[in-house]
């Protein structure tokens, strides 16, 4: 699956949310950074506006990588509801 389309994609996703999962660390840090130093001139919602978009990114990768999962599993005839992992 490696060479397929669906492996590409599970592999963008996968960079795509770890981009932005750093993203939002490195965000944190330079917040931290700034905040202290700005005091109340620091733009406090900027950066959560920032968080919030970069949130909202990582839910757009969950939600791809489930939609893809299920079109992998129906297209190998299995029901998506019916498949359990650990068991």
Do not use: C, W
Not at 1 to 13: F, I, N, Q
């Amino acid at each position: 699956m490696s060479d397929s389309a669906e492996g590409h994609a599970r592999k963008a996703l996968n960079r795509l949310r770890h981009a932005a999962e750093k993203a939002i660390r490195e965000l944190d840090e330079l917040e931290g950074a700034l905040a202290h130093a700005e005091g109340d001139d620091f733009p406090r919602g900027a950066y959560e506006g920032m968080r919030t978009r970069l949130t909202e990114l990582i839910g757009f990768t969950e939600e791809e990588g489930a939609r893809l999962q299920e079109k992998i599993l129906q297209a190998g005839g299995l029901e998506p509801g019916r498949v359990r992992r650990g068991q």
